[in-house]
């Protein structure tokens, strides 16, 4: 699988700089994080899906890095950046061994299928 992203060379190159520079700061803390935790979960304020998976993994004494951008009336534009980079559509991004795993639906099934336990009992090799 391949996902579809804008090539640099169909960017006209008076924007290139501007389009890579966009909320690069986020990124890069996310990044960051996932490269220094095991898991990490990505929320913003007012949502019940961060909420959600932040219960599952307190239930069952996962530790986690958890960070928070803004609420549904700030910082839209900030997670805008978060969502082109992964990919993922929704809050929470939860990633487990740097390995995106998707949101609070997703944590919950991998928990009922018995995967996350395995998950996290071992370190991902990303291919």
């Known amino acids: ?6 090539d640099e060379t169909h960017l ?11 909320h690069a700061d ?12 095991p ?3 990505v929320g913003m304020a007012q949502n019940p899906f961060p909420r959600k ?3 599952i993994l307190d239930t069952l004494g ?3 890095h958890y960070l928070e951008y803004g609420s ?8 805008t950046a978060l969502k082109m980079w992964s990919g993922w559509p929704t809050l929470p ?3 487990v061994h740097g390995v995106l795993i998707g949101g609070a639906s997703e944590l919950k099934s991998l928990l009922d299928s018995g995967e996350l336990a395995q998950l996290l009992a071992r370190k991902i090799t990303v291919r």
């Open 72 to 79: 549904y009336l700030s910082q839209w534009r900030r997670r």
């Open 62 to 64: 996962t530790p986690y």
């Open 93 to 95: 991004m939860v990633f």
């Open 26 to 37: 986020i990124v890069a803390e996310v990044k960051a994080a996932v490269a220094a935790h």
């Open 12 to 22: 006209h190159p008076a924007i290139r700089a501007r389009v890579s520079a966009s």
């Open 53 to 55: 998976a932040r219960k």
């Open 1 to 6: 699988m391949s996902r579809s992203i804008l």
């Open 39 to 41: 898991v990490v979960l």
